[in-house]
């Protein structure tokens, strides 16, 4: 969702982090697939609780241009297209949703950082997915786990 407000964003973004030139290719998206949960996830973020995010690889496979990528820079915006902030992936995992560990749930930030209640609320989502993808989703289905570190702001 590109923006007059994502591009004064990430004009800013390369103003202060001269390494990344204002031509280099980036993604744009947010958090989940509700208002709430784009500005819960997002402020997990910025708060620094939020290090790493999951997708399924089905999913990514449909739209691969919102795939994640290796070493990709995105900017995360609300629900609206709004910027929240730069971040850039530094891992990129495909695992099934059964392997997914205790430790990459946690980093996702969410609920009490348990794994269970990562299991619980990712199978309820990814759930949605697949139906809507019109495929199955299981605990053997491939799930891209990526973590990402915040680069703006600071």
Not at 79 to 94: A, S, W
Request: proline content about 5%.
């Amino acid at each position: 969702m590109r923006s007059d407000a994502v591009d004064r964003f990430w004009e800013e973004f390369c103003a202060v982090n001269p390494a990344v030139a204002l031509g280099t290719p980036y993604q744009i998206w947010f958090f989940g697939n509700t208002r709430e949960m784009a500005s819960e996830l997002a402020r997990l973020v910025l708060a620094g609780t939020k290090t790493a995010t999951a997708s399924l690889l089905a999913v990514n496979e449909l739209n691969p241009e919102d795939a994640p990528r290796p070493d990709g820079i995105s900017v995360v915006t609300d629900f609206d297209g709004d910027p929240v902030c730069v971040i850039q992936t530094t891992e990129i995992r495909h695992l099934p949703f059964d392997e997914v560990d205790a430790e990459f749930a946690a980093d996702e930030g969410e609920g009490d950082l348990s794994l269970d209640h990562w299991r619980q609320v990712h199978s309820d989502y990814f759930g949605r997915e697949a139906r809507a993808g019109g495929f199955e989703f299981d605990g053997s289905s491939i799930v891209c786990c990526e973590r990402f570190r915040l680069l703006y702001p600071r």
